[in-house]
């Protein structure tokens, strides 16, 4: 320890003899290791261990997968069912079911919608986090009759309450019904996102099968998460559930598709998705930054170990060993490394919180943590150990090799291994160069990936959409008529705002998500499904997403108003479904409606009608993607006062910001019916009143996220590679000033000069 500490004395003098040298290795390792260790933050924190819940990597979501048709099927049931997964199963130590919906939230005469979970009252124990104030919620709090409670989300205390703890046992009126606080969860308690959370009994009155509107004030469908035995796999659990489901599915044939399996997944795999192949690929881009920052380094130490030569041959004439030599050439390069370490974690530090401004915030889980915790901290330690042995191992090797007497007799620098030393560097140089082009060429790919993904055609203008979801009070506005009726006066004074050209009502939001089933056309028969979406809009649907009218007609108001059965087709239904012939006037039956309530069933419409296409967003396993226009799913658009089902939503074209435009719309939905709330749509976490804001967060988040990250690292590799490339110019040059100087005097022309440089740098 005493010759350790020794060496260490010695290498800080050395360092402190060349100022220079030490501040450009130290800034090149700490843009390595603060690289490196940004990333590892992510994949540990936002990957591997992103939940503060008890046993969480044990956590398991439970889901039906249709077998006949691949990334179909659902991951939600109905409380009963979960109730038997829980008591029929031999896998899992326990399971909660914890469903999702939005709540009216009434306080200072104004109204807002809030994200609420139902959960089982074996939440808390399930989860194991305590409140940060007051208590949870157990099985005395969901059984009929008990006083209703509500837990708070820390950001929601925040925003509603200023952080206040003396808000334990205030009430807040949700859903028309007064519920206690009792209690507040902490900050990295984020489970589903919600800003409330609030029991339900296992043992509640369950709904009748396809009766979407009812009067239990609970969520309708749930998740089924458990968690995992010890000695339980994946397989076994999904294989243990599926007998269950089997049964479940004799009972109730209409929730099960005809041939299905059920799958388990770990909770981070369902939550992370397939970003977690990204980080890790991105984690290995940063490996290679790091290997060219130690590459650099190695060359400077190479430099200083030329310049050194007669000081390592007189220390081994002094009876100094190669290893004795190596081991104090190593505490030069550890000291650097441990520079370069403390460097990097300020790097690291600084870089996360930018980092966490991108669109990371909102891919990563919630509740992870992303910062410089002790495993991260221990990953930095690690790897400066290992920067210490990349940058000083084969510069010490290289300096201790051959005959070191040699060194004695010469004056100054040894060429004789100067040069032996700059062929090395210049090995390292050229592949600081190989990888800084590897990462350049990954950085490509990708930029050009997200380049071609943000400019396709969507056949809309997405910038200039404002959309909103409409949300009804409970109870009301269940019938057709009485939808058509709120519409009927809401459109024409959404048409009159400043800035807005058109406005229209939709089901859902454009591009997403909207109803899809098989359709039934006389005369056309078929096996296999024809999948079709289906969109009930108004007549300004068209000219607010700008589709185009190919041949016949578009929707009236006179269609609205009578609810006429008439269907405007997009260009793939009419050319799938057709082909050559003319479709007009033609029937066709959307058979997704007859599984709606409070829609006519059993009913034809006449196509009036066809338009161009807009392209389809879909999930697609746990991603969402884009359909090319080619391949985009059949669509039919019908009038919105055939159905009273659900809640809708709006959209307009506009000539302004989207965003400057909530509160006119707010006031104007108030001055109607102040029971109705205007929502920004919620989308995986991305959301906004502009659809181009959805897109940017929900299609297009990851693929930008990773397109700045992989252009970063490039950027990084390709200048230290430019740095190492000068450093070895710079010596070589140095080395032969002498030869130079002669060559100059015989009258060789500065240009010749410059290209045999110049040459050197090329090869």
Not at 44 to 70: C, K, W
Not at 258 to 266: E, L, N, P, Y
Not at 518 to 535: L, S
Not at 740 to 748: E, N, P, T
């Amino acid at each position: 320890m005493t010759g350790l500490l020794h060496d260490l004395r010695f290498a800080f003098r050395q360092l402190r003899k060349s100022p220079g040298f030490a501040a450009v290795a130290i800034l090149t390792l700490a843009l390595g290791i603060g690289a490196s260790t940004i990333i590892f933050s992510v994949v540990y924190n936002g990957v591997l261990h992103p939940f503060p819940y008890r046993s969480a990597e044990r956590l398991t979501v439970i889901s039906v997968e249709d077998v006949q048709q691949p990334g179909r099927g659902h991951g939600m049931y109905h409380l009963d069912e979960v109730a038997a997964m829980r008591k029929g199963n031999h896998t899992f130590e326990d399971i909660l079911a914890y469903g999702l919906w939005y709540v009216v939230y009434a306080h200072a005469n104004t109204t807002e919608m809030v994200k609420g979970v139902g959960a089982t009252p074996n939440a808390m124990e399930f989860w194991g986090v305590p409140p940060l104030l007051g208590r949870g919620f157990g099985e005395q709090d969901a059984q009929s009759g008990a006083p209703l409670v509500v837990l708070l989300n820390y950001r929601f205390w925040n925003r509603e309450f200023h952080g206040d703890p003396g808000i334990l046992g205030a009430t807040m009126m949700l859903n028309g019904k007064a519920r206690t606080i009792i209690g507040v969860m902490p900050p990295r308690f984020q489970a589903v996102g919600a800003d409330l959370y609030m029991p339900v009994s296992w043992t509640r009155p369950e709904p009748v099968r396809g009766k979407f509107e009812w009067d239990v004030d609970d969520p309708l469908f749930f998740w089924a998460t458990g968690i995992l035995k010890r000695d339980a796999s994946l397989g076994t659990a999904a294989a243990d559930i599926d007998v269950i489901a089997r049964q479940l599915a004799l009972v109730h044939p209409d929730d099960y598709p005809k041939s299905f399996r059920v799958t388990a997944r770990w909770l981070n795999d369902v939550v992370v998705s397939d970003f977690k192949r990204t980080l890790f690929l991105l984690f290995a881009a940063v490996a290679l930054l790091l290997f060219i920052s130690c590459s650099n380094v190695a060359g400077l130490l190479l430099a200083q170990a030329s310049a050194r030569t007669k000081e390592i041959a007189l220390r081994a004439a002094l009876g100094a060993g190669r290893l004795r030599l190596i081991r104090q050439l190593l505490s030069e390069s550890l000291v650097l490394a441990g520079a370069g370490c403390v460097a990097g974690c300020l790097f690291a530090y600084a870089g996360l919180k930018g980092v966490m401004l991108t669109q990371l915030a909102t891919i990563m889980p919630m509740e992870a943590a992303i910062s410089l915790n002790r495993p991260v901290l221990f990953f930095a330690v690690g790897i400066s150990l290992v920067a210490t042995l990349l940058c000083g191992l084969a510069p010490a090797l290289h300096a201790v090799r051959g005959d070191l007497q040699k060194g004695l007799a010469s004056t100054g620098v040894n060429v004789d291994a100067a040069f032996q030393h700059s062929r090395f560097r210049s090995g390292l140089v050229i592949g600081q160069v190989a990888l800084s082009l590897l990462l350049l060429t990954c950085a490509g790919l990708v930029t050009r990936s997200f380049f071609s993904l943000t400019h396709v055609d969507l056949g809309i203008q997405p910038e200039n959409i404002f959309t909103a979801e409409i949300h009804f009070p409970k109870g009301r506005y269940t019938k057709a008529e009485e939808k058509s009726a709120f519409f009927g006066r809401l459109l024409p004074q959404l048409d009159s705002v400043p800035g807005v050209v058109s406005a229209t009502e939709m089901i859902g939001m454009p591009l997403f998500f909207a109803p899809r089933g098989d359709v039934t056309i006389p005369g056309k028969p078929h096996r296999e499904a024809w999948e079709t979406r289906v969109e009930l809009c108004s007549e300004g649907y068209f000219q607010t997403l700008g589709l185009h009218l190919l041949h016949g007609r578009l929707l009236t108001d006179n269609d609205i108003f009578s609810a006429r059965r008439v269907v405007v087709v997009n260009e793939n239904l009419a050319r799938k479904y057709f082909g050559g012939e003319d479709p007009i006037g033609r029937q066709i039956k959307f058979n997704v409606l007859d599984e709606i309530p409070e829609t006519p069933h059993d009913a034809y419409f006449e196509i009036v009608g066809v338009v161009s296409n807009a392209r389809n967003y879909a999930p697609e396993g746990d991603t969402i993607v884009l359909k090319a226009a080619e391949v985009a799913d059949p669509e039919g658009f019908l009038p919105y006062s055939f159905s009273g089902f659900g809640d809708r939503a709006i959209a307009m074209h506009t000539h302004t910001p989207p965003v400057s435009l909530v509160n006119n719309v707010r006031q104007i939905i108030w001055s109607l019916d102040h029971d109705v709330v205007l929502v920004a749509p919620d989308l995986g976490g991305a959301t906004g009143f502009s659809l181009a804001d959805v897109l940017g967060g929900l299609v297009y988040g990851k693929p930008k996220f990773s397109a700045i990250a992989f252009a970063s690292c490039a950027g990084l590799g390709f200048a230290l590679a430019l740095v190492g490339l000068f450093s070895v110019m710079t010596y070589i040059v140095s080395l032969q000033t002498h030869y130079i100087g002669v060559r100059l005097a015989l009258g060789a022309p500065q240009l010749a000069i410059l290209r045999m440089m110049l040459k050197r740098a090329w090869c």
